[in-house]
């Protein structure tokens, strides 16, 4: 091969979200542009997280709504049967159908794609081990690191033995477990507690912390805890597991809590604590001096690291383990790479969380915002409000906006049907720096789920139509 066939303008490290929207941005802005990928285009997020995720929660929620249609007049004979192998093969071919779609548009952007390990010798040099055998030296102007995270391993014994499961082997599991523990009540343990519970399986969940998903509004996580523990999900918090064991042929969760040591038995354990960067393959770059933050690359708002003609992204960075922002990182750090001035902005990310029902957030929880001080105004709308809502059978929840001195929306949390979508409106607002005035102006169509927005923010201003409130001091009328 030619020797300017491995010189590039840009090379980006890792096909995930982040990498592959950097190297699409990358070769739409005019450069020459390779990726190497070791395991799989489109990383953890199209083949073990969100898509995957997603289908089979997709497929769980409909299973567990067929105990709903009774109600509805959709009468059902018996119970319908579920079938793990038939589940976990339309979840195959959704991610076969949208890794092999952005494989596609790598290369009809003109993007060279390496299957590989990357040794990233120095900024402008990276050594790749291709899968298939052979080996080769690239050369660049500009390099993206998109390396991606790794699930967390915590320090304690039995994470080796039989049944003991990460999220990755949780989107193939060879059968519906009777039942689970799962350790930590953070983001990947709530959905996945939702599919399993939904498909069968006891759960049990086991947090640390006072609460689960503890970093979203205290209404949110307490509406959450409610929902689960009346469907049957048993939730413990303040409980630190430190070990798992086989006892009585089950596995055995160990946890220290304020009531002494506790045990949890099941027959599968799922092990969710966080993830963290994985800078395999960069250990050139530190020793040649790469910043770290914690076991993460260190990158300022233009993704840059200390290194010159060296970015980095996504969960290398580790701000906010998203896919999301690792995609609008990915479109910046590629344009700033190809001369252009592009900053991030991370006060307006939406944290969607896909249990049943949804939850959904943005900006500041209430909690925060009151921190902050000033005039804070702050109320929920209920989904039993809601015509579209009741209409729908879809109830359960509210949502809750927190308003600022100026009307400016600060924060807002929703938990209720199709939130991962409707937060959208608020993040527009927000980063719009519409009042909420504004919101209030603007018509929402009737009957809609949207329609509860509108109303929440009347309710932070003590003003639901659909709702009755006590006229409350401090409210603007
Ligand atoms: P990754 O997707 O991890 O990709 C990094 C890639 O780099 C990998 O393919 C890896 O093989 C490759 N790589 C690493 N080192 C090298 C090397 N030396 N050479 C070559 N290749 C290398 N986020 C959401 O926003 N919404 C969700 O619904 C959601 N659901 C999730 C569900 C689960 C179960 C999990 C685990 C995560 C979920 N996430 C979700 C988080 C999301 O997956 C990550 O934030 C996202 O994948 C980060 O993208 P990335 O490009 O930074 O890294
Ligand atoms: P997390 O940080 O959300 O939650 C981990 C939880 O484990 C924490 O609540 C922590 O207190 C608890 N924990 C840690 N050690 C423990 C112990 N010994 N005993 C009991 N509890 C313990 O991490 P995660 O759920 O593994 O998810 C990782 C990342 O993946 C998240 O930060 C998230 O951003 C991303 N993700 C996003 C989505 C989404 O956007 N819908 C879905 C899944 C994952």
Redesign the pocket.
């Known amino acids: 091969m030619a020797a300017d066939q491995n010189q590039f303008d840009v090379v980006v490290i890792g096909a995930g979200p982040g990498g592959y929207v950097a190297a699409i941005r990358a070769a739409q802005l005019g450069g020459r542009v390779a990726i190497v990928e070791k395991q799989y285009i489109g990383g953890t997020c199209l083949n073990v997280?969100?898509i995957p995720?997603k289908a089979l929660l997709h497929i769980a929620q409909l299973y567990a709504q067929f105990d709903e249609l009774g109600k509805l007049g959709i009468m059902v004979e018996g119970r319908p049967r579920f079938d793990m192998a038939t589940a976990v093969a339309f979840k195959d071919k959704v991610v076969k159908q949208l890794t092999g779609g952005v494989a596609q548009l790598l290369k009809a952007n003109g993007v060279a794609i390496f299957m590989g390990a990357a040794d990233v010798r120095s900024p402008t040099q990276v050594h790749v081990k291709l899968n298939d055998g052979g080996e080769r030296d690239l050369t660049t102007r500009k390099l993206i690191l998109a390396n991606g995270s790794v699930?967390?391993r915590?320090p304690?014994p039995g994470l080796d033995g039989r049944n003991v499961i990460f999220?990755d082997d949780a989107m193939n599991m060879p059968k519906v477990p009777e039942s689970l523990v799962c350790?930590?009540?953070?983001?990947?343990?709530v959905?996945l507690a939702c599919m399993f519970h939904a498909l069968g399986t006891q759960v049990t969940i086991?947090?640390?912390?006072p609460s689960?998903?503890?970093?979203e509004d205290e209404e949110v996580s307490k509406a959450l805890t409610r929902s689960f523990t009346k469907r049957g999900i048993q939730v413990h918090t303040d409980?630190?597991?430190?070990s798992i064991a086989d006892a009585d042929g089950k596995k055995r969760v160990m946890?220290t809590t304020p009531n002494g040591q506790q045990t949890y038995d099941a027959e599968y354990v799922l092990v969710?604590?966080?993830?963290k960067a994985n800078p395999a393959g960069l250990e050139g770059l530190t020793s040649a001096g790469l910043a770290m933050d914690r076991g993460r690359v260190a990158a300022n708002e233009r993704l840059e690291t200390n290194l010159p003609g060296v970015y980095a992204i996504g969960d290398l960075v580790g701000k906010?383990?998203?896919?999301h922002v690792a995609m609008v990182e990915g479109e910046l750090a590629a344009e700033n790479a190809l001369g252009h001035e592009a900053t991030m902005d991370y006060n307006v990310v939406p944290?969607?969380?896909?249990t049943f029902p949804e939850i959904a957030s943005v900006g500041l929880s209430e909690a925060q915002a009151r921190a902050k001080g000033g005039n804070i105004r702050a109320d929920k709308f209920p989904w039993v409000a809601n015509g579209k809502a009741l209409a729908s059978n879809e109830t359960e929840g509210f949502t809750k906006v927190i308003v600022g001195d100026y009307g400016e929306i600060l924060g807002a949390a929703i938990f209720g049907p199709d939130a991962t979508n409707l937060i959208t409106e608020f993040s527009l607002a927000m980063r719009g720096e519409l009042t909420a005035d504004e919101v209030i102006a603007t018509i929402h169509p009737h009957p809609t789920y949207s329609e509860a927005l509108r109303e929440a923010v009347l309710a932070a201003e003590g003003r639901a139509v659909h709702i009755y409130q006590r006229p409350a001091a401090g409210a603007r009328q």
């Open positions: 997280g969100c995720s699930p967390i915590p304690f999220s350790i930590g009540g953070g983001i990947i343990a959905e086991v947090e640390m912390l689960m998903i503890a970093n409980a630190r597991v430190e946890a969710a604590v966080g993830r906010t383990w998203l896919a944290r969607p969380i896909f």
